[in-house]
Every structure is written in C-alpha cells, then in structure tokens.
C-alpha cells in the first residue's frame, strides 16, 4: 500500500501527501502514507474531511480547505484535498486521502482513479 502512495505521489501533478487510513475500533486510524508526517493519527467519524467521508460513506473534493470549518490541517502548505472511501461488503473500511499543495487540484477524474485503486485494495484488507 505503501508503495502505491509512493507511485501517485511520483506520478500525478500535486499530489503532495498521499495516505490511507483504516477503520479500526470505530475510528481511522492512519496507515501507510508517503509525504510529510501528520498529527492526524487517529480520527473520530464526523471529524475533519476525513471522518466526514467515512461517516457519510461517500467521496469529499475539496478544493479550497480554508474555506472549510470541519477540517483537520497538517501543514499550511495544503490548499487543497480528496478523500475516497474504501468499501468492503456494504461498509467504509478505510480512505485514501490526498493532499495538494495547489488549489482545486482534484477533479472527476481524480475521483474515478481513486475508486478504482480503492476497489483493487479492499481485496488485500
Ligand atoms: N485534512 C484531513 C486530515 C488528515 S491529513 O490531510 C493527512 C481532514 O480534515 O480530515
């Protein structure tokens, strides 16, 4: 898992911090990742983009995080973010989460990428 952060880091334009969190105990708990560590290793459901996305089970973009009153920041540098739920049977069982150094930098696109990559690893969780 590590390794495919490290493949859309290296490959994609803005992509700057790039991680999973895993459900464990009702709440994310963060796993692997490449980009600069984070204070946000664990994170109830409804808090930050992160928990909102688990707790609404879908797909938050957004494109301007100081804009946004629930939201957990890491670093200054963030502008903007994309989180995907990972589905197993029905149920959120983790995210990938993205974040860019540059505005908007996520679109439909980014999305349809993201859920693929989501469905392959809900195969090896
Ligand atoms: N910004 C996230 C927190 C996790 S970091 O982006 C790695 C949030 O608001 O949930």
Redesign the pocket.
């Known amino acids: 898992m590590k390794e495919i952060c490290g493949l859309l880091r290296e490959e994609l334009e803005g992509y700057d911090?790039v991680?999973f969190y895993l459900v464990e105990n009702g709440e994310l708990v963060l796993g692997p990742?490449v980009g600069e560590p984070?204070d946000?290793t664990n994170?109830d459901f409804g808090?930050?983009?992160?928990?909102q996305a688990a707790d609404r089970e879908e797909t938050f973009l957004v494109d301007d995080?100081d804009q946004e009153n629930n939201?957990?920041?890491?670093s200054s540098k963030?502008k903007s973010?994309i989180?995907v739920p990972i589905f197993k049977d029905g149920k959120v069982i983790g995210e990938i989460?993205i974040?860019s150094h540059k505005k908007s930098n996520f679109d439909e696109e980014d999305k349809d990428l993201l859920d693929e990559i989501a469905a392959l690893v809900k195969k090896i969780l």
Do not use: A, K, P, Q
């Open positions: 911090w991680g990742y984070t946000h994170i808090e930050g983009i992160c928990g995080v939201y957990l920041s890491c963030v973010e989180v989460d974040d």
